[in-house]
């Protein structure tokens, strides 16, 4: 059974840095695409990045270019979303999802089959 679990999130202060990690479990990560999502209060749930199966492509929605990144280590099952210079606006629960691909790079939540419980992250101005 294929498992997700995101860390990290926690409360700051506009301009601090965070670094979320989605950790994935039963199942064979190098398979698989990830990525970042949100949900801020009263909000759709929206994409913040995605990483392909071996790290060499990654997509950022517009918000994040420039503050985001993400990276990932195989050997650990895990992804990890770098955001610096974090901003009010940055303020919701962040999920990660990922799917079986080493084909195309998915940026849909559509697209993605499994789902972590998600993270919040409060920032303060």
């Known amino acids: 059974q294929v498992q997700l679990g995101e860390s990290g999130g926690g409360l700051v202060q506009a301009g601090d840095s965070l670094r979320l990690s989605c950790t994935v479990s039963?199942?064979?990560?190098?398979?698989?695409?990830v990525g970042w999502f949100r949900r801020a209060p009263g909000k759709e749930r929206e994409f913040v990045a995605v990483i392909n199966w071996n790290g060499d492509l990654t997509q950022f929605a517009d918000f994040a270019k420039g503050r985001f990144t993400i990276s990932r280590d195989n050997a650990k099952n895990t992804v990890t979303l770098q955001m610096n210079s974090l901003k009010p606006e940055d303020t919701a629960v962040y999920f990660c999802a990922a799917h079986a691909t080493r084909v195309f790079l998915p940026t849909y939540d559509d697209q993605f089959s499994y789902w972590g419980q998600g993270t919040q992250v409060t920032v303060s101005s």
């Open positions: 039963g199942t064979t990560f190098s398979y698989y695409a």
